[in-house]
């Protein structure tokens, strides 16, 4: 992490600095504000060119914490690019932003406890609701409480099951203390048109049974759904944008400009050593050095969200050398074969130097070098057969965040 006599880049300016730890995330919100950007004009051009006469709002999702990327500092970015409401997970996530002085509305989008119900109504949070426990809970409220009805159509997470959506929303409009703000389903394979369909037909057979007020929130669509299924959205007056918000899942060619990572991962050397040929690195010995070769230790490991799975797969860069991973990643440390760099550089890195683990903004892209993988989450849950999201927000265990803003 930069010390506080280390200069910072001209094409980056640190908003907060937080030297604890030598090793942490790099959250650059100038690739957030490029996303947002390139997101919100493309969802414009697709509503023109479908016929869409009226405007289409746009819900950022920023639960577990924006996705590991801090949902206080990036919540202001998003409103700014034009995102007028906030989904978060539980009534824990939406008052921590209440706290922080966030005004925009928000929905808990996940299940939330009976006894939410008073918090809600006094911080102004939107709960969702979906079964007749709610019902009986919101009838015995003594303040009106604002919440959104969640229907199944395809998903079989939680909602009402949309063949009994019409009984349930009829129940509802009997409890003087519900003032419903919405109704919204979610895509289970946003990436898959036929299946969306699938759903967006069972939400509109709802629709038609249960017309909404003018102006009333409807959704389904997420990330990608709001990109492959223009015709859910045409009748719905939100897309809910998450992940690809924040860099990743959306597929190249989609949008006009190519998603920026925002997310970084940096750390210093804590350890620089000389080792000879024939000798086993960390646990069980899973690399045996070839010759006598530099090895590097930085004071990251699975503890702060880095999978142990990748060890002896990962990569990592310093200044400009990609430089390979080698031994079992432990808890709290990694080690590196530091051999390109002193083939390249001429001399090993001293003690304190900053190495790169994953990029940011337009550096996050495919290396040069030959066989090597961008430094990437992408690139990360292909090696590990899962997905952008648990890594993501795996790494927000214990390291601190700096946030940039690059192209300042």
Not at 88 to 103: F, H, K, M, P, Y
Not at 231 to 254: F, H, K, M, S, T
Not at 337 to 342: A, Q, T
Request: net charge neutral; charged share 15%; aromatic share 6%.
């Amino acid at each position: 992490m930069p010390s506080p006599t280390s200069k910072t880049p001209k094409q980056t300016r640190s908003l907060i600095h937080q030297p604890h730890r030598d090793a942490w995330l790099e959250v650059d919100l100038g690739a957030l504000e490029h996303n947002a950007k390139t997101i919100k004009a493309h969802l414009e051009t697709l509503s023109a060119q479908h016929g869409r006469t009226k405007p289409l709002s746009l819900m950022a999702v920023v639960k577990a914490d924006a996705y590991g990327h801090g949902a206080v500092m990036v919540a202001p970015i998003l409103k700014a690019c034009g995102f007028s409401q906030l989904g978060v997970a539980s009534i824990d996530e939406a008052l921590q932003l209440r706290q922080a002085g966030i005004e925009l509305p928000i929905l808990v989008l996940s299940a939330s406890p009976l006894w939410a119900m008073p918090l809600a109504s006094q911080h102004h949070v939107q709960l969702t609701i979906f079964n007749p426990s709610h019902l009986k809970a919101l009838a015995e409220q003594k303040q009106p409480v604002t919440v959104q009805v969640k229907i199944e159509t395809g998903m079989h997470r939680i909602g009402v099951p949309w063949q009994e959506a019409s009984g349930f929303l009829q129940a509802l409009e009997g409890i003087p203390m519900a003032k419903v703000a919405g109704i919204f389903s979610h895509f289970a394979q946003g990436d898959n048109p036929q299946a969306c369909q699938q759903q967006w037909e069972r939400l509109a057979h709802v629709l038609a049974e249960n017309p909404t007020e003018a102006g009333q929130p409807v959704h389904i669509a997420n990330s990608l759904g709001a990109f492959n299924s223009p015709q859910a959205w045409q009748q719905c007056n939100v897309a809910r944008v998450g992940i690809a918000l924040y860099g990743y899942e959306v597929p190249a060619g989609v949008l006009p400009q190519a998603l920026q990572p925002v997310m970084g991962l940096k750390a210093r050397f804590s350890h620089i050593q000389q080792v000879e040929a024939g000798e086993g690195v960390s646990y069980n010995h899973t690399y045996i050095t070839q010759k006598r070769q530099w090895l590097g230790t930085i004071p990251l490991g699975y503890a702060d969200g880095l999978p142990r799975g990748l060890s002896n797969q990962l990569t990592a860069s310093y200044q400009g050398v990609r430089i390979a991973q080698v031994g079992m990643i432990t808890m709290d440390q990694t080690v590196f074969d530091l051999s390109p760099i002193v083939e390249r550089l001429g001399k090993p890195p001293a003690l304190g130097n900053v190495i790169t683990v994953l990029e940011t903004g337009k550096q996050a892209v495919p290396a040069t070098e030959t066989g090597s993988q961008p430094l990437t989450l992408s690139a990360w849950a292909k090696t590990l057969n899962t997905i952008e999201y648990e890594l993501m927000c795996g790494l927000r265990v214990r390291l601190p965040r700096i946030y940039t803003r690059s192209g300042i």
